[in-house]
């Protein structure tokens, strides 16, 4: 076995590619640019979606109806496995779970999920729990208080 044997196991980067530097690098010459041309020419570069003059896809289908993307709620969310984290006794919110970063999402509203375990007694204060998340809060020992959209207390059990 000698140097030259040895493969890419173990290798942490891939070699780069030495464009432009003699035919032995195996991309001389024209340097993947092929022949003439814009795309050959210093400076070339397209913007997104151009299909080389064709109509491009986002021109040629229609766009009827109605989309609610500028109108969505958007929620940071957590699942309840993640507030194990916590220590016992502790009122989670928004503004603790952004600290602790356990999500990195960031958003005015707060939504908790029901996946995983929940192992300690937890006061957990959000806009949306889910039906599970809820039933292991409380089964933990610990209580929800549901927000409204602006922060305020809305119910709590």
Do not use: C
């Not at 006794?89 to 928004?94: E, F, M, R």
């Amino acid at each position: 076995m000698d140097l030259q044997s040895i493969g890419k196991k173990g290798m942490a980067h891939e070699a780069r590619k030495r464009i432009a530097r003699g035919p032995g690098s195996g991309l001389g010459k024209t340097a993947g640019r092929g022949h003439k041309g814009w795309g050959q020419r210093s400076g070339a570069s397209r913007r997104p979606g151009y299909e080389g003059g064709q109509m491009p896809i986002y021109r040629r289908v229609p766009k009827r109806g109605f989309t609610n993307a500028s109108f969505r709620t958007d929620y940071t969310i957590i699942n309840v496995e993640a507030l194990n984290a916590f220590e016992n006794g502790a009122t989670v919110d928004l503004e603790a779970v952004l600290s602790s970063a356990l999500t990195s999402k960031v958003t005015p509203l707060l939504k908790v999920l029901g996946n995983g375990k929940l192992d300690k007694k937890l006061t957990v204060r959000a806009q949306r729990f889910t039906k599970s998340a809820s039933e292991k809060i409380t089964a933990a020992g610990g209580s929800i208080v549901l927000l409204d959209a602006q922060g305020r207390e809305a119910s709590a059990s």
